[in-house]
T-cell receptor, first 114, second 111 residues
């Protein structure tokens, strides 16, 4: 089945550790996105990528890093520089936003700092 | 920065009534989309309206777009308990390929 898969569903991190969230899509989409969602809040854009080997910062990129070595994969690393990383992280993909196509979302990864 | 702002933040209505949610945005857009999120899950696309369209229907959903006022509304008719969810508007930022979401409206349908 075509879709977008995030793993793991739940992740626990000790303070000072880096962790990497996985996002894989088999929809052949060019664009991929990472969003952060805090309880009862909207989605805030962390990073997005329109093409392999290229990505741009969103509104809250500090403390995060990404790579786009393959079209189907867009992993997000939450670094120790991110002071408040506990949140729900959502990955999405689309053909291209400006072309007027919908974004498909994964089921999210809930990250908790312990 | 948030591109879209939904209004109201929360809405509770009786089953069978209509629910209306509004979205305002700041910059020019190519299209506007509405998404639904059940608690703790990913978002599901509901409907897309392009900047040259004024109204669009999909089943019990009706979306309007007023580019002069930079606003959109989502109407859900004959609401059902299963419509309980959060609803978000999202816009592309004109000339860019990022998709920006609003803060959402939490809709609760009372039995």
């Amino acid at each position: 089945d075509g879709g977008i898969t995030q793993s793991p569903k739940y992740l626990f991190r000790k303070e000072g550790q880096n962790v990497t969230l996985s996002c894989e899509q088999n929809l052949n989409h060019d664009a991929m996105y990472w969003y952060r969602q805090d309880p009862g809040q909207g989605l805030r854009l962390i990073y997005y990528s329109q093409i392999v080997n290229d990505f741009q910062k969103g509104d809250i990129a500090e403390g995060y890093s990404v790579s786009r070595e393959k079209k189907e994969s867009f992993p997000l690393t939450v670094t120790s520089a991110q002071k408040n990383p506990t949140a729900f992280y959502l990955c999405a993909s689309s053909i291209l936003a400006a072309s007027g196509t919908e974004a498909f979302f994964g089921q999210g990864t809930r990250l908790t700092v312990v | 920065s948030q591109q879209g702002e939904e209004d109201p933040q929360a809405l509770s209505i009786q089953e069978g009534e209509n629910a209306t949610m509004n979205c305002s945005y700041k910059t020019s857009i190519n299209n506007l989309q509405w998404y639904r999120q059940n608690s703790g899950r990913g978002l599901v696309h509901l409907i897309l309206i392009r900047s040259n369209e004024r109204e669009k229907h999909s089943g019990r959903l009706r979306v309007t777009l007023d580019t002069s006022k930079k606003s959109s509304s989502l109407l859900i008719t004959a609401s059902r308990a299963a419509d309980t969810a959060s609803y978000f508007c999202a816009t592309d930022v004109g000339g860019d390929d990022k998709i920006i979401f609003g803060k959402g409206t939490r809709l609760h349908i009372l039995p």
